[in-house]
Protein backbone atom coordinates (compact mmCIF):
# COMPACT_ATOMS: atom_id res chain seq x y z
CA UNK A 1 0.00 0.00 0.00
CA UNK A 2 1.42 3.47 -1.13
CA UNK A 3 1.14 6.23 1.54
CA UNK A 4 2.89 8.42 3.67
CA UNK A 5 2.91 10.07 6.76
CA UNK A 6 3.47 13.22 7.77
CA UNK A 7 4.94 14.46 11.14
CA UNK A 8 6.19 17.15 13.29
CA UNK A 9 3.36 19.78 13.18
CA UNK A 10 3.00 21.99 16.32
CA UNK A 11 1.96 24.71 18.14
CA UNK A 12 4.66 27.33 17.89
CA UNK A 13 5.12 31.28 18.83
CA UNK A 14 5.81 33.50 15.69
CA UNK A 15 9.29 33.63 15.06
CA UNK A 16 10.16 30.23 15.84
CA UNK A 17 10.92 26.80 14.19
CA UNK A 18 9.63 23.67 13.28
CA UNK A 19 10.65 20.87 10.83
CA UNK A 20 8.08 18.62 8.79
CA UNK A 21 9.24 14.88 7.57
CA UNK A 22 6.93 13.33 5.27
CA UNK A 23 7.92 9.63 5.26
CA UNK A 24 6.68 7.13 2.26
CA UNK A 25 5.81 3.48 2.60
CA UNK A 26 4.96 1.22 -0.47
CA UNK A 27 7.53 2.87 -2.78
CA UNK A 28 10.51 4.01 -3.47
CA UNK A 29 10.65 7.81 -3.22
CA UNK A 30 14.10 8.69 -5.31
CA UNK A 31 11.82 7.92 -7.86
CA UNK A 32 9.43 10.83 -7.42
CA UNK A 33 9.17 14.78 -7.47
CA UNK A 34 7.60 15.89 -3.99
CA UNK A 35 5.54 18.40 -2.67
CA UNK A 36 4.88 20.22 0.61
CA UNK A 37 1.40 21.82 0.77
CA UNK A 38 -1.31 23.26 2.98
CA UNK A 39 -4.45 24.41 3.47
CA UNK A 40 -5.72 26.74 6.32
CA UNK A 41 -9.56 26.25 7.55
CA UNK A 42 -11.76 28.00 4.87
CA UNK A 43 -9.09 28.11 1.91
CA UNK A 44 -8.21 26.01 -0.67
CA UNK A 45 -4.82 23.42 -0.61
CA UNK A 46 -1.64 25.29 -1.95
CA UNK A 47 1.53 24.62 -3.14
CA UNK A 48 3.81 25.50 -0.90
CA UNK A 49 7.01 24.05 -1.78
CA UNK A 50 8.74 20.82 -3.77
CA UNK A 51 11.86 18.88 -4.86
CA UNK A 52 12.52 17.23 -7.52
CA UNK A 53 14.55 13.76 -8.14
CA UNK A 54 17.70 15.80 -8.62
CA UNK A 55 17.54 18.49 -5.94
CA UNK A 56 16.26 20.73 -7.83
CA UNK A 57 13.74 22.67 -5.22
CA UNK A 58 10.87 25.46 -5.61
CA UNK A 59 8.89 27.51 -3.53
CA UNK A 60 5.83 29.68 -2.69
CA UNK A 61 7.28 33.36 -2.73
CA UNK A 62 5.27 34.28 1.18
CA UNK A 63 7.92 31.38 2.13
CA UNK A 64 11.06 31.53 0.31
CA UNK A 65 13.47 32.58 2.37
CA UNK A 66 12.10 31.14 5.61
CA UNK A 67 11.59 27.40 4.35
CA UNK A 68 14.05 24.86 3.31
CA UNK A 69 12.59 21.48 1.60
CA UNK A 70 15.32 18.32 1.38
CA UNK A 71 15.12 14.90 0.82
CA UNK A 72 17.11 11.77 1.99
CA UNK A 73 16.21 9.07 -0.05
CA UNK A 74 18.11 6.43 1.56
CA UNK A 75 15.63 7.10 4.22
CA UNK A 76 12.35 7.05 1.75
CA UNK A 77 11.61 10.87 3.42
CA UNK A 78 11.06 14.61 2.12
CA UNK A 79 12.10 17.13 5.46
CA UNK A 80 10.56 21.05 5.38
CA UNK A 81 12.66 22.91 7.71
CA UNK A 82 10.58 25.95 8.49
CA UNK A 83 12.21 29.29 10.36
CA UNK A 84 10.44 32.62 11.37
CA UNK A 85 7.17 31.26 11.63
CA UNK A 86 4.16 33.27 11.24
CA UNK A 87 0.48 33.02 11.82
CA UNK A 88 -0.26 33.33 8.58
CA UNK A 89 1.84 29.98 8.47
CA UNK A 90 -1.02 28.46 10.26
CA UNK A 91 -2.26 25.12 8.41
CA UNK A 92 -2.37 21.83 8.14
CA UNK A 93 0.81 20.42 5.88
CA UNK A 94 0.49 17.51 3.59
CA UNK A 95 3.08 15.83 1.35
CA UNK A 96 2.34 14.39 -1.75
CA UNK A 97 4.01 12.73 -5.31
CA UNK A 98 4.25 13.58 -8.58
CA UNK A 99 6.57 12.47 -11.97
CA UNK A 100 6.75 15.72 -13.67
CA UNK A 101 9.47 18.68 -13.22
CA UNK A 102 6.91 21.05 -14.84
CA UNK A 103 4.55 19.76 -12.22
CA UNK A 104 6.64 20.46 -9.49
CA UNK A 105 7.38 23.79 -10.99
CA UNK A 106 4.15 24.79 -10.86
CA UNK A 107 2.77 22.93 -7.77
CA UNK A 108 -0.78 22.46 -7.91
CA UNK A 109 -2.93 20.15 -6.02
CA UNK A 110 -4.47 18.24 -9.44
CA UNK A 111 -1.34 17.48 -10.47
CA UNK A 112 -0.19 14.96 -7.42
CA UNK A 113 -1.44 11.66 -5.71
CA UNK A 114 -0.49 9.80 -3.05
CA UNK A 115 -1.57 12.05 -0.30
CA UNK A 116 -0.83 11.77 3.29
CA UNK A 117 -3.31 12.17 6.02
CA UNK A 118 -1.46 16.01 7.37
CA UNK A 119 0.21 17.52 9.92
CA UNK A 120 -0.94 20.42 11.57
CA UNK A 121 0.86 23.46 11.98
CA UNK A 122 -0.03 26.42 14.46
CA UNK A 123 1.43 29.79 14.70
CA UNK A 124 -0.05 31.78 17.53
CA UNK A 125 0.97 33.97 20.88
Known amino acids: QVQFEETGGGLVQPGESLTLSCTAS????????VGWFRQAPGKEREGVSC???????YYKDSVRGRFTISRDDAKNTVYLQMNNLRPEDTAAYYC???????????????????WGRGTQVTVST
Open 26 to 33: GFTLDDYE
Open 51 to 57: IRTDDVT
Open 96 to 114: ATTKSYIACYRGLTEDFSS
